[in-house]
């Protein structure tokens, strides 16, 4: 099959828009997209420090790889990765070396930080113990991490790798529950709160296969490794039902990232939710103890 815009040999067929690209025209449609997203997202007004979350995997490494086609150039921009070993031998050794080769490829300040160093535990351990799925707990600690090692590093904007697949699976998944508070909360953040760094989201409208074949095309170096607890995690449950949606009717992804965006404005803010601090470690939270404080003094009784 030839491209849509040209006679050469075209790399992937685009469902939801009909149109066959060669790598020439993906390439070019891809970072149209992310250039897109970072302007709609990002106002540079001064020197700024952009931290990129960095898990090894094809999403954060793409999302890195982004970062700094965009920004590296810039002398009022600085980048940093981040990334989180959460203990998980079968998994995470592979996905950091992956990291630690990318971002010396890119010329990229790495820092690598270890929840059993903040939180006494890994997800190893958790795995054996704890009453609910690894994830679960994995989701909160690691959020937790990246937004202190975000304030320590006097980060401005996180960067994530969250892709087209994950945010509207996440959209549902806070609907579904009436989770109002974490809906409100979603990125990307155009307003920056107190104790938390707002997040960037430059592939949130780009499919995950997408992301898999611009990684491919553009040799960027990325984990194929797959987290042993993945398919405990409530999420592909979502993601599976969200995948058939889109194969009867393309474009339904699209469609419930514009939707959301579209009542973004309506949905109770975090001032009206009334937003405290945790009385443990002073995070940001809507009770009287973070998530993040709860599981680490409900994994002390067990272990």
Same mark, same amino acid.
């Given at each position: ?26 390439t ?34 793409v ?52 929840? $059993? ?7 190893? /351990? ?6 609910? *799925?690894? @994830?679960? %707990? ?29 945010t ?39 499919? $995950?296969k ?6 491919? /095309? ?6 194929? *490794?797959? @987290?042993? %607890? ?6 592909n ?45 002073g ?15 409900e ?5």
């Amino acid at each position: 099959m030839k491209c849509s815009l040209c006679n050469n040999d075209a790399v992937v067929f685009l469902k939801y828009s009909g149109s066959h690209l060669c790598d020439k025209h993906f390439t070019k449609f891809f970072q149209k997209r992310v250039n897109l997203e970072f302007r709609n997202e990002l106002r540079i007004k001064r020197p700024i420090k952009i931290g990129v979350a960095l898990s090894g995997g094809k999403d954060s490494s793409v999302a890195l790889y982004e970062t700094e086609r965009v920004f590296g150039k810039r002398r009022d921009v600085s980048i940093v990765a981040l990334t989180i070993d959460e203990g998980i031998k079968s998994y995470r050794p592979e996905t950091i070396r992956t990291a630690e080769s990318l971002t010396k490829k890119l010329g990229v300040e790495h820092r690598i930080l270890k929840i $059993e160093d903040s939180f006494g535990t890994s997800m190893d /351990l958790v795995s054996e113990g704890g009453r609910l *799925s690894p @994830c679960s %707990y994995c989701g909160v600690f690691r959020r937790k991490l990246i937004n202190t090692a975000g304030i320590e590093e006097n980060v401005d904007y996180m960067v994530t790798g969250l892709n087209l697949d994950d945010t509207a699976q996440s959209v549902m998944m806070n609907i579904v529950r009436g989770d109002i508070s974490r809906l409100s909360r979603m990125g990307p953040h155009s307003q920056v709160k107190g104790g938390l760094v707002p997040r960037l989201q430059p592939l949130r409208k780009i499919p $995950e296969k997408e992301v898999m074949l611009y990684a491919i /095309l553009q040799g960027i170096d990325f984990s194929h *490794s797959v @987290c042993p %607890y993945a398919d405990q995690a409530i999420r592909n449950e979502f993601r599976e039902s969200i995948d058939r949606w889109e194969e009867r009717s393309p474009g339904t992804k699209y469609s419930i990232i514009n939707s959301f965006d579209k009542i973004r404005a309506l949905i109770p803010s975090e001032q009206d939710i009334k937003i405290g601090k945790c009385k443990v470690c002073g995070s940001p939270t809507p009770g009287d103890v973070c998530q993040s404080c709860s599981f680490e003094m409900e994994i002390r009784t067990w272990t």
